[in-house]
């Protein structure tokens, strides 16, 4: 059986590098000398850039399979976690200030590993059902 994954859908770099290209447009077009203002769109953008590149570097965040699950951890670091160290794994839902936000939560004991839809391209609802459906099955 091949590993389930999970990835960063591909417009969100896109969508992150074209807002770093327009500060850097609208920074140029004002055409003022402020060096705070340069410094904070060189910041900013560079920031998005970083956050894009994150996404294109490592675009799959989490793997899974009967062996145990792997999770990107840091910048682009992997960790694999067997089955038998997964203490838990759950959807945490809030709703603050009217929105609703909900996040897959991996516990392995010592760290929470945490998810949301942006990071796993689909609904942490049914990556926490696939999850759960699949340590059930691992062989112990």
Do not use: C
């Amino acid at each position: 059986m091949s590993p389930l994954q999970w990835r960063v859908r591909p417009v969100l770099p896109i969508a992150k590098l074209l807002g770093a290209v327009a500060l850097a447009a609208l920074a140029v077009a004002s055409g003022r000398d402020d060096p705070v203002q340069w410094v904070m769109t060189i910041t900013v953008g560079a920031a998005l850039a970083g956050w894009a590149a994150r996404d294109l570097i490592v675009p799959i965040r989490l793997s899974a399979d009967t062996s145990g699950v792997s999770m990107v951890t840091g910048f682009a670091g992997h960790r694999h976690v067997a089955w038998p160290q997964v203490e838990r794994v759950r959807v945490d839902r809030r709703e603050r200030r009217g929105l609703r936000n909900a996040l897959l939560e991996i516990d392995t004991g010592d760290t929470l590993h945490l998810f949301s839809s942006y990071d796993l391209g689909a609904e942490p609802a049914e990556v926490a059902d696939a999850l759960n459906a699949l340590r059930t099955n691992a062989p112990r």
